[in-house]
């Protein structure tokens, strides 16, 4: 019985009816003629409403539903989650759906509504957006359905207690590859970069064939065969390439919901993958107060997984740094010369001047990307024209810290340390171009 009358619901025609039939039991306190009116209408009100019960009652399971949520989300993008009814009626029903989704959307306004016709079953989709790791937690799957008269809904519940994990942006890294095969990564401002100098390791001696690069050829081959010969290479491979990430309170810096944080960790996820699939070797390295994580290079078809994972894991009280304890990590455990791609964030250019000495110690031995970033959040106050004393103050103030972020970049380059500076939304892109500017040259 308690069941029951949790799964039942009447609709808004019964009130706006029975509010009709209150106004005609008033009037007829004048009217004597409106009282048989108004309490036939009653009866006949109760009659369709249990008729409409038992309509919808008469099947102890009149529709199937349920949430297919995926084994996993990706952090900072648009994750579909399907949906499937299906009606067991023999007749059409009307439904709305109010899917009690995780508590970290703070989406209290859920609602789908539509119809399904007899013996039938419709899908529908809606989206959520993540913008934090861990685990979500969706409730129940709440389906109302009517009948055609649609004076009660009946409460249908399913899937309750499903969870999803919520990984860094797997989708970012699966649309990068994609286009790093198909050739079209221009479309989204990764650079084809023409290749400088023989940076590329020896292959074997082949006959010359027209076209051929004739600074290959191999003059004592040539002379001992009697035939042009020429020297074969290939790309150099198996290089060691390191993402350090910043994990402390400097990034926790939020722009457009997502910390600064976790565009260094899709970055990281995006730019590992690409690098494994130009057979070099990655590893991954976080620090805060302590080092967190440091796991070696590889290049195994397993390594993307293993990254993943720890990518997944991170978790920060975000306290400030120790670039101490990194240039010891980084000098007792990374031995050979690596590229070393460091994800930070510098306000002023004080704070860098006392990580400076550092990052000087790590460059002499590694080849050091330092990748900070520009605070858009200033765009509007630097672009809008200041109208009274307190704006013009405030856009000086955001104008200096544009200008220190440039100063760095000079400080920076001064010393032989490689720099990125961009944009949050623009990171990934920009950290690819960078590696891919970095192998083309020769550096590492």
Do not use: C
């Not at 029903?93 to 016709?117: A, H, M, N």
């Not at 290479?233 to 198996?238: G, M, T």
């Amino acid at each position: 019985m308690i069941k029951f009358i949790q799964s039942l619901y009447l609709g808004t025609r019964v009130f706006y009816v029975l509010a009709a039939l209150v106004l005609l039991f008033l009037f007829s306190y004048w009217v004597h003629a409106l009282y048989p009116i108004a309490l036939i209408g009653l009866w006949l009100v109760l009659l369709i409403v249990v008729f409409d019960i038992l309509t919808l009652y008469k099947k102890k399971e009149g529709i199937f539903a349920t949430r297919q949520l995926p084994e996993k989300f990706s952090n900072s993008d648009l994750n579909e989650v399907p949906l499937t009814i299906q009606n067991k009626y023999n007749f059409k029903i009307s439904f709305s759906v109010i899917d009690e989704i995780p508590v970290q959307f703070q989406k209290r306004d859920f609602l789908k509504i539509g119809s399904i016709p007899s013996r039938d079953q419709v899908s529908i989709s809606y989206g959520l957006r993540p913008v934090d790791r861990g685990i979500y937690n969706f409730g129940k799957l709440n389906i109302y359905v009517s009948s055609p008269l649609k004076i009660v809904k009946r409460r249908y519940t399913f899937n309750n207690g499903q969870t999803v994990k919520v990984y860094p942006s797997f989708i970012q890294m699966k649309k990068y590859a994609f286009l790093a095969i198909d050739n079209k990564l221009t479309q989204f401002g990764l650079k084809k970069i023409r290749r400088i100098g023989h940076t590329m390791e020896f292959e074997q001696i082949k006959d010359y064939v027209i076209g051929d690069d004739i600074r290959t050829i191999n003059w004592k081959a040539t002379a001992k065969r009697g035939a042009l010969m020429i020297n074969q290479f290939q790309d150099e491979k198996s290089q060691p390439v390191y993402s350090l990430i910043d994990a402390s309170r400097v990034m926790k810096m939020p722009f457009k919901g997502l910390t600064l944080l976790d565009y260094a960790i899709n970055s990281t996820l995006a730019f590992s993958n690409i690098a494994l699939k130009k057979n070099d070797k990655t590893g991954l390295l976080t620090f805060s107060n302590t080092i967190q994580n440091h796991l070696a290079v590889s290049n195994k078809k397993t390594h993307l997984n293993t990254i993943l994972e720890v990518l997944y894991a991170i978790n920060t009280q975000f306290l400030d740094s120790d670039f101490s304890r990194l240039y010891a990590e980084v000098k007792r455990k990374i031995t050979h010369r690596s590229l070393l791609l460091l994800y930070t964030n510098f306000e002023h250019i004080s704070s860098l001047q006392r990580q400076l000495p550092y990052l000087k110690g790590l460059a002499k031995k590694h080849v050091l990307v330092v990748i900070f970033f520009e605070n858009t959040e200033l765009d509007d106050l630097i672009t809008k024209k200041a109208t009274s004393t307190a704006e013009i103050y405030h856009k000086t103030i955001a104008q200096k810290m544009e200008y220190d972020k440039k100063l760095m970049v000079k400080e920076l380059e001064k010393h032989g340390i490689q720099t990125v500076l961009t944009k949050p939304e623009d990171l990934s892109v920009n950290t690819i171009n960078k590696y891919l500017e970095i192998k083309a040259r020769g550096i590492l």
